[in-house]
């Protein structure tokens, strides 16, 4: 009977639940044109593998024209995706372009510094693998503090007063977000995996994990606060350098001046955190733990009161 | 000038020497093109080519097995194969071009 079942599986004909799948996510021409001649050949083919008795070929019929229905998707999605990327970013003067091209740049060349620096302290000839290895596990650890300060310059370079419209605020402010939340998946699981990866493999054997190594579970299970709020907090940063550059971007006259400001409190902003992760937070009035949210809290009170200005004057 | 990639072409082709059919399947053309179309592109590809009138194609009058959808058949147009002409005489004479 059991078998019987899974001939009957087998047998019933496939793409039903993909048709319904296909009709949420693409348009009824895109259906129409794209999809369902997919699962018709797929329905067809299957029918008659069916007919000759090939169970097994049925079933490849079947997991073959998932796969294609699947790719079919991508690909539509794909050349769906370029052209509204484009509109998207040549809208109100291709502020949110270059804001994208800049961070980008910026990025890379702020991490640049934070991966060459550990890798010129190791002394051990490694080979080609190893090597890239070793920076592939380093680059993590840099993004928390690099995507924040490219993403900060590049808000600087590329948005000016006349283009910091509502939809680029919106975006913005939709894009820090995901850049937080990405730097929360980045410092909670995969800097503490990666950093350990990079210690065993640079020193050739199996290393004792250290608090940096621990994920944010680990160390909320081990109430080590400290290290937790300083994860949380640099996490947070994208959306609090992002929404102060994008105030001090919309509110300054002058680029120049906008840079200057924006260079300035990133210098202010990491300064501030260092100051208070170091072992002068142990004397501040406050619980250590909580002071690690404090350069943060001063920067989304300027933001706030920047907007809020920027707004009573238009 | 517009140009014509090298699966346009391909799909053009099969569908000319189609065994005086002119028309095919998208599976079709997937076992005719020996592994060079593949099952998860053609369909998109098809529908490029149509938006570009390079190809029309119909749906089967009534499908074979009952309860399952109708097959979309395609065929060359008179554009499409003009084009791959010209294209493939432009290949013939300028390979560096046209590849």
Known sequence: MKGSGRVDRAERRPGGRLRALGSRLCSPRALERLIDPAIADLQSEHAQAVRAGRVWRGRWIRVAGTLAFWKVIGFHAATRAVPIAREWAAADGHALGRTATFAATASVVVTIPFVLVPLSHLHTAMSTVHSIALVAFIVPQALPISVPIGLAFGILFGVRQATATARVRRSILAITIVCSGIMFIVLGWIVPETNQAFRELSAARRVMRGVNELTLGELWARGLWLPLHIRVALAASPLILGLFAFSIAAAAKARSRALVVGLAAVVGYYSCLWILVAPAAELAPWPAAQAVWTPNLIFAIATAGLLLLRSAKS | ?99
């Open chain 2, 1 to 99: 000038m517009p140009t014509l990639p090298a699966k346009e072409a391909l799909i053009i082709e099969l569908l000319s020497a189609s065994g005086g059919r002119g028309e095919m399947y998208g599976l079709e053309l997937v076992a005719a093109s020996k592994g060079r179309l593949k099952r998860g592109t053609v369909y998109v590809t098809l529908g490029r080519m149509e938006e570009k009138g390079l190809v029309t194609s119909q749906l089967e009058a009534a499908p074979p097995e009952a309860g399952g959808l109708p097959r979309r058949i395609y065929q060359a147009t008179a554009l499409g194969r003009r084009l791959h002409e010209a294209w493939s005489h432009v290949a013939r004479l300028l390979p560096e071009f046209a590849r």
